[in-house]
């Protein structure tokens, strides 16, 4: 399947999982905006993409950060047309243990994140009347797991946000849906 002349932003795309997607993007012929934490990972982003895309830095938790992005593509390359939320730390403690640092972390990145950039790429994709939001979830999500009640709640909370935004923006030819692996092995499992 071609996706030629599509806009596509993958999320903590330097390695793993969003390094696999963001690959997969290009060679299918998007125009991929790869994004890492540090101007390092921005580079080998840009390295492995080529002339398929860039690789930018952005602090997924931090709105001024993320606006800075959108303004940065919509200059260079125009209207964002697959999002695949895909950033995502975790902070591992039992409840019991965990400092509220460590819970607003994880949240803030594996879930206040989603709706922030999903918000700020929804109204280019309505313009367009099309657009694809994808979110890598976990099935710790859907299962819990000791010592990541943090993650557990960002990931099954990033699944129902994704229910109902796809109810609300499905009539204008826009796709939400989750993608909830097992467990894969990267450098964060």
């Known amino acids: 399947m071609s996706i030629s002349g599509q806009i596509a932003l993958v999320t903590g795309a330097s390695r793993g999982i969003g390094k696999a997607i963001a690959t997969t993007l290009a060679t299918r012929g998007a125009t991929v905006i790869g994004t890492a934490t ?78 922030r950039l999903s918000k700020a790429c929804l109204r280019g994709m309505m313009k367009k009347r099309q657009g694809r939001i994808i979110n890598i979830a976990s099935v710790v999500g859907l299962t819990g797991n000791a010592g990541q009640a943090n993650y557990a709640a960002a990931k099954a909370g990033m699944l129902g946000f994704a229910k109902s935004m796809a109810r609300e923006v499905g009539s204008r030819g826009i796709t939400v849906n989750t993608v909830a692996p097992g467990f894969i092995d990267t450098d964060m499992t």
């Open 38 to 115: 540090t101007q390092g990972g921005a580079d080998s982003i840009c390295e492995y993409l080529g002339d398929q895309g860039k690789g930018l830095v952005l602090d997924v938790g931090d709105l001024d950060s993320i606006e800075t992005l959108m303004k940065t593509i919509a200059d260079d390359f125009g209207v964002i047309t697959i999002l695949v939320n895909n950033a995502g730390i975790t902070r591992d403690n039992l409840l019991m243990r965990m400092k509220e640092d460590q819970w607003d972390d994880v949240i803030n990145t594996n879930l206040r994140s989603v709706f």
